[in-house]
Nanobody, 124 residues
């Protein structure tokens, strides 16, 4: 499975962006999907994850209430709606496909496929 993230760009603080992650070469409809981000000089950070059918979602503390993850299994695509963006949200955002229908307990274990990232820059 190949994952391609898109939708990044430059936005002012307080603005919104919607990221998309399109899968090809296989279906993602039976596995959990997630978004991670990595800012310059920092470790990769969990952002959000969603169960196989969209029935359950998980969020990192820093994005709760501002970001929303969703999926369209018919389109083999996962989305990340980002609202009320802050300069500290600046990072490369990557999508990931887990091995199972739900993420592992720590939300970072069990990733089987990683996609190439898309850069989000939030100006103050």
């Amino acid at each position: 499975v190949q994952l391609q993230a898109s939708g990044g760009g430059l936005v002012q603080a307080g603005g919104s962006l919607r990221l998309s992650c399109a899968a090809s070469g296989g279906t993602i409809s039976s596995v959990a999907m997630g978004w991670f981000r990595q800012a310059p000089g920092k470790e990769r950070e969990f952002v959000a994850a969603i169960g196989w059918n969209g029935g359950i979602t998980y969020y990192g503390d820093s994005v709760k209430g501002r970001f929303t993850i969703s999926r369209d299994n018919a389109k083999n695509t996962v989305y990340l709606q980002m609202n009320s963006l802050k300069p500290e949200d600046t990072a490369v955002y990557s999508c990931a496909a887990y091995e199972q229908a739900y993420p592992g307990t720590g939300l970072v274990e069990g990733v089987q496929y990683w996609g190439q990232g898309t850069l989000v820059t939030v100006s103050s």
